[in-house]
Structures are given as C-alpha cells and as structure tokens.
C-alpha cells in the first residue's frame, strides 16, 4: 500500500505565497514522477505541475513563472512553492505521486484559498 498525504494549504491574500508539501510512503521502491492537480467548484481536475524522477518539469501556462515544483527523493516529498497567487488560483490542490510501474495514487487534497 502507497499512502499520500498534502498539506500547507490554507489562505492567503492576492498576491501572496503559499507552499504545499505533499509525502508518499509505503510500498515505494522508486518514484517515476509526482505531480500537483488541483480542482476549483464546477471545473474539472487540472494538472498545475509535474516533475520527473530526472528532475523534468511541466507547468500549465496560468501558473508558469509564479510557482516551482520540486522533489526530494530521499524523502519521496514533492514540494509546490506558490507566489504571486490570484484569486482564480483558489482550487482543492491534489497530489499524484506515481511509482514505478503503478498508474499512481492521490492524495486527499489540500484546500488554496486567495482572496482579493
């Protein structure tokens, strides 16, 4: 069994930072990629971020150049650091980390507010 669990969510003013933690234990011999979703009322799940065991990254454009995902793989912890957030931002935020040879598990989700 895989297990992952987020957090630092919380809420932030426009503008401001956030940054998500999100850590993956269990059955895990190695991690092939982790990624950040997020789900905002009435839209569909978006990927916002993902990286590679090879350290490769993929941004949606609307959040390109304002957040950074990173992985420690010592820890299999994949970070989301968040700035300059604005208000369509505010989304429940899921964590996918994907093992080698699985299809991947979710997270819970944490919840990203940013208000005006």
């Known amino acids: 069994q895989v297990q992952v669990v987020e957090s630092g969510g919380g809420s932030v003013q426009a503008g401001g930072s956030l940054r998500l933690s999100c850590a993956a234990s269990?059955?895990?011999?190695?991690?092939?990629?982790m990624a950040w979703h997020r789900q905002a009322p009435g839209k569909q799940r978006e990927l916002v971020a993902l990286?590679?065991?090879?350290?490769?990254?993929t941004y949606t454009d609307s959040v390109r150049g304002r957040f950074t995902i990173s992985f420690d793989n010592a820890k299999n912890t994949v970070y989301l650091q968040m700035g300059s957030l604005k208000p369509e931002d505010t989304a429940v935020y899921y964590c996918?980390?994907?093992?080698?040879?699985?299809?991947?598990?979710w997270g819970q989700g944490t919840q990203v507010t940013v208000s005006s």
């Open positions: 269990g059955s895990i011999l190695s991690i092939s990629a």
């Open positions: 990286i590679t065991s090879d350290g490769s990254t």
């Open positions: 996918l980390a994907r093992p080698v040879g699985t299809r991947g598990y």
